[in-house]
């Protein structure tokens, strides 16, 4: 949207009238409003959820870190998004369970790459930092993963599971943890951020450590609340630190 500083004295008068009534919207909230659709607080993914589901994502509709758990990601959902990427999921398919309160089930099909899921996020206007623009293209899973359409499960956890504090790449390698893959997490990524209109790991980072890049460095992933924006780079399989852990599948 173009700026415009005019919004105020007789276009805010004629606005006021316009929403009076019912509504409760005023002119200085309208004002407000589209100054933060300029400086990208509010994009049109967040804005679509108001428009075509009224939900709310200001205030007190904010999900706080205990609440992620009663996030729940529906099949509707899932068959949504897939949908949109032109990929069909079988609901008759055994694959398929009941979602359950403190979990994240997360259906991958092969077809559904890292970079189609970059882009796809990029469509949600979220912007991805990469450390490097073809950095995804590269990468690979080390973790056994089905070759055709799974369902793979994690605790529902905003920041992934500090249990796994202070362990590196290699050691949950060492102890056969069943980690995350890059693919795994940008698809829960657009899962959340379709849920919610909010991010996945704002205080902590995700440690893919299911995957590696061709020089066998460790693809991970949080959000930056200052650049707002999803991080995408790499690390050491010898990293550690107090909040650099990773997502373990419960099954």
């Known amino acids: 949207m173009a700026k415009d500083s005019s919004f105020t004295g007789e276009t805010a008068k004629s606005v006021k009238v316009v929403v009076s009534g019912s509504s409760g919207v005023t002119a200085s909230q309208l004002k407000d409003f589209f100054r933060q659709i300029e400086d990208g607080s509010i994009n049109g993914a967040v804005l ?75 469509k949600l206007d ?50 056969g943890l069943n980690c995350i893959t890059l693919r795994e997490r940008l698809f829960l990524e657009v899962l959340y951020f379709k849920a919610t209109c909010q ?23 949080h959000w930056n609340s200052d650049s707002r924006e999803v991080c995408v780079y790499w690390c050491s399989p010898r990293g550690r630190g107090p909040s650099l852990w990773t997502r373990v599948a419960v099954s």
């Open 48 to 122: 679509q959820a108001i428009l075509e589901h009224h939900r709310d994502p200001f205030g007190p509709g904010i999900i706080k870190g205990e609440e992620a758990a009663q996030v729940i990601f529906s099949h509707e959902l899932m068959e949504e998004i897939y949908r949109e990427f032109g990929i069909e999921l079988d609901l008759n398919s055994s694959l398929w369970v009941e979602p359950e309160v403190g979990f994240w089930d997360v259906y991958m099909s092969p077809k559904l790459t890292a970079s189609k899921l970059v882009d796809y996020l990029k």
């Open 126 to 175: 979220v912007t991805v930092y990469q450390s490097d623009e073809n950095f995804v293209l590269g990468v690979r899973d080390v973790v056994a993963r089905p070759q055709e359409p799974y369902r793979i499960r994690f605790r529902a956890r905003i920041e992934a599971d500090a249990e796994t504090q202070n362990l590196s790449a290699q050691d949950t390698a060492e102890r």
């Open 199 to 221: 991010h996945l790991d704002v205080k902590s980072i995700t440690r893919c450590d299911g995957s590696r890049s061709p020089d066998g460095s460790v693809p991970r992933v």
